[in-house]
């Protein structure tokens, strides 16, 4: 089956540390995106990748990180420089990032401080 | 500021009737808007994709209207089941990477 995939599902942070979270996709992508997702707010993106080995940062990329080493995976670390880290973290790709196509998106992990 | 707004409040109606969600949205020119669905927990799903220059799109039993003069979309479950009860986001692109979402609205179904 084609998808997008996000591992873990749920993660557990102690303060300070930096955690990394997995996405994949075997759509055949060029775009991938990370967005975040708290209560009551809309998706706000974190970063966004047109293109393997190029990245761009959205609009709230501090405190965070990643890389685009393979078409198909775009990892996300968490740093300890993200001081409100705990929410659903949503990986998405889609076709390309200059037209206008569908996102098709992981099913969250979801990050919680401890 | 550029904002895009969802009814916060849930929306709750009878099986069988039309459901109607509205997305407002100021100080955007999108190219083209988004319906997607979410269920709790999980992430969104693609329903329908809307052009500025289309007043109207259907799929099945969903209606999706985009008025640039209103800078509104409509979005229209028509024969509603308990099965459509869910979370629908409004996204707005004006083009390339940049899509914003708004924060949705509950729809719950009643059986």
């Known amino acids: 089956d084609g998808g997008i995939t996000q591992s873990p599902k749920y993660l557990f942070r102690k303060e300070g540390q930096n955690v990394t979270l997995s996405c994949e996709q075997n759509?055949?992508?060029?775009?991938m995106y990370w967005y975040r997702q708290d209560p009551g707010q809309g998706l706000r993106l974190i970063y966004y990748?047109?293109?393997?080995?190029?990245?761009q940062k959205g609009d709230i990329a501090e405190g965070y990180s990643v890389s685009r080493e393979k078409k198909e995976s775009f990892p996300l670390t968490v740093t300890s420089a993200q001081k409100n880290p705990t929410a659903f973290y949503l990986c998405?790709?889609?076709?390309?990032?200059?037209?206008?196509?569908?996102?098709?998106f992981g099913q969250g992990t979801r990050l919680t401080v401890v | 500021s550029q904002k895009i707004e969802q009814n916060s409040e849930a929306l709750n109606i009878q099986e069988g009737k039309t459901a109607t969600l509205t997305c407002n949205y100021t100080?955007?020119?999108?190219?083209?808007l988004q319906w997607y669905r979410q269920d709790p927990g999980r992430g969104p799903v693609f329903l329908l994709l809307i052009r500025e220059n289309e007043k109207e799109k259907r799929k099945e039993r969903l209606k999706v209207t985009f008025d640039t003069t209103l800078k509104q979309s409509l979005f229209h479950i028509t024969a509603s089941q308990p099965a459509d009860s869910a979370t629908y986001l409004c996204?707005?692109?004006?083009?390339?990477?940049?899509?914003?979402f708004g924060a949705g609205t509950r729809l719950f179904v009643k059986a």
């Open positions: 100080n955007y020119s999108p190219a083209y």
């Open positions: 996204a707005l692109s004006t083009g390339g990477f940049k899509t914003i």
């Open positions: 998405a790709s889609s076709l390309s990032g200059e037209v206008s196509t569908e996102a098709f």
């Open positions: 759509l055949n992508h060029d775009a």
């Open positions: 990748s047109q293109i393997v080995n190029d990245f």
